[in-house]
């Protein structure tokens, strides 16, 4: 098919690549070695002296990164023969786009199919103006001049919890407000509660089921306010503040009523099981429409609906899309989760295997954190896979293939895993829900 891709920004790859998903984990690697150096070379017997963070250097090798992945997309355009176009696109009508440039020309290009893949942006509150210079959004904290005395974070949400580990670990004091009563609250509780413990290790104060009322920057300070269950108030000053309450759908200027497509009272591009709109020939896909705004879900959408324009039968589990929290420990997730299991009522067998029983987690002093396997009572049939410990996110996949195939827990704890790996703790952890025969606990 002759294809074009619209783009309103000057670079290509959206927010995962440019603002999300690969600068936070750049940096994320960056101050996980920095705090390593500090903190464990020396039980290693590695011995430094003036050991200091070059932020510049770091948020300067972040934006090599990302440089390097956006020239990969825009190799990847020219090798496949996909014309691009930059700036705002708007439809005129169901099969006609404006593009409107930043020097504000425009032209207009037809299509006999158009997909909706305009993602998101970092959502607010109405009281809160976010100044992009001390109350910021994840964009603004991947590039930071300088390390927080105290970062304070709004929203207890993944995207919090990675960024503030980042200048946690570079030496910033960070607190916590969350409006719910546990961190990660999409999760299994278990995974937020332990991800809580570990980073109370590294200096996070935690203030659960605080609602915020004001945010005040008073210059070189700015200062939350937030209320408890009992109405009573507290005050937290820091010099920066990060609003991490999760992402709205951006829909601006896309100007749907002209094409006729229906949005729903969030904002979301409505779509039906197919990814289609209520106008045939118009699809949408990504953060814009209902499901878990995750780059990964996306991609698989944007291969669904091409195979579907292309007239073949295409399939997605969404239960099956893991969701992983980079934060050390990671924390990685697939299937359903206990609180979901205990909702629906159904008789369900719980095996879990922690780290700390891990050879390999002991050798790598990585020790936090555990894995949790969740399995039909009857028919053992594994129903979600719950981890937190080292390389999790890379673990989670066994998780995710065992479960498309059907696999029951035995069936996992029946497979060889290589001695000494972290992977050993999800066969110990469906050895413990087929009858409790975990090995080594």
């Known amino acids: 098919m002759k294809t074009a891709l619209i783009e309103k920004y000057s670079t290509l790859g959206g927010t995962c690549l440019n603002v999300g ?119 603004e904290a991947l590039k930071l001049k300088e390390i927080p005395k105290h970062m304070i974070i709004i929203g207890g949400g993944v995207i919090g919890m990675e960024l503030g580990s980042v200048y946690g670990r570079l030496g910033a004091k960070v607190s916590v407000v969350e409006y719910l009563d546990a961190i990660i609250p999409s999760m299994d509780r278990t995974m937020g509660k332990e991800l809580q413990k570990s980073l109370k290790k590294l200096g996070f104060d935690f203030y659960l089921k605080h609602k915020v009322v004001a945010v005040e920057n008073q210059g070189d300070e700015v200062e939350v306010k937030a209320e408890n269950a009992k109405g009573e108030t507290i005050s937290l000053k820091g010099d920066y503040v990060l609003v991490s309450i999760g992402r709205r759908p951006y829909t601006d200027g896309l100007n749907a009523e002209a094409a006729g497509v229906k949005l729903t009272d969030r904002g979301q591009v409505e779509v039906d099981e197919h990814l289609r709109t209520n106008v045939p020939n118009i699809f949408a896909i990504g953060d814009v429409v209902k ?132 992977t050993e703790a999800f066969k110990e952890a469906c050895l413990a829900a087929t009858d409790n025969r975990a090995l080594h606990i």
């Open 291 to 422: 499901g878990a705004m995750l780059a990964h879900k996306a991609e698989e959408e944007g291969a669904f609906v091409a195979e579907v324009i292309a007239g073949q039968k295409p399939h997605i589990n969404y239960l099956l899309i893991p969701g992983v929290v980079y934060t050390w420990p990671e924390v990685a997730s697939v299937g359903y989760t206990e609180e979901q299991l205990k909702e629906q009522k159904r008789k369900y067998k719980t095996g879990k295997f922690p780290f700390m029983a891990s050879g390999r987690a002991r050798a790598s002093m990585d020790t936090d954190g555990v894995v949790k396997v969740l399995a039909d009572a009857e028919t053992d049939e594994i129903l979600g896979v719950h981890m937190i410990g080292p390389r999790t996110a890379d673990m989670i996949a066994e998780a995710v293939v065992a479960m498309e195939y059907r696999a029951s827990a035995e069936d996992i704890s029946r497979m060889s895993h290589a001695h000494p790996t972290y």
């Open 21 to 139: 998903c690969i600068p936070s984990k750049a940096l994320l690697d960056s101050s996980e070695h920095y705090h390593n150096a500090a903190h464990t070379f020396k039980t290693h017997g590695i011995d430094l002296e003036n050991l200091g963070v070059n932020l510049t250097q770091m948020i300067a090798r972040k934006d090599d990164v990302v440089k390097q992945n956006v020239e990969g997309i825009q190799f990847l355009m020219k090798k496949n023969k996909i014309d691009v176009f930059h700036g705002l696109g708007s439809f005129v009508d169901k099969n006609t786009v404006k593009i409107t440039k930043e020097d504000a020309s425009a032209e207009e290009i037809t299509g006999k199919n158009i997909i909706i893949a305009t993602g998101s942006k970092p959502s607010t509150l109405p009281f809160i103006k976010l100044d992009k210079q001390r109350v910021i959004t994840s964009t």
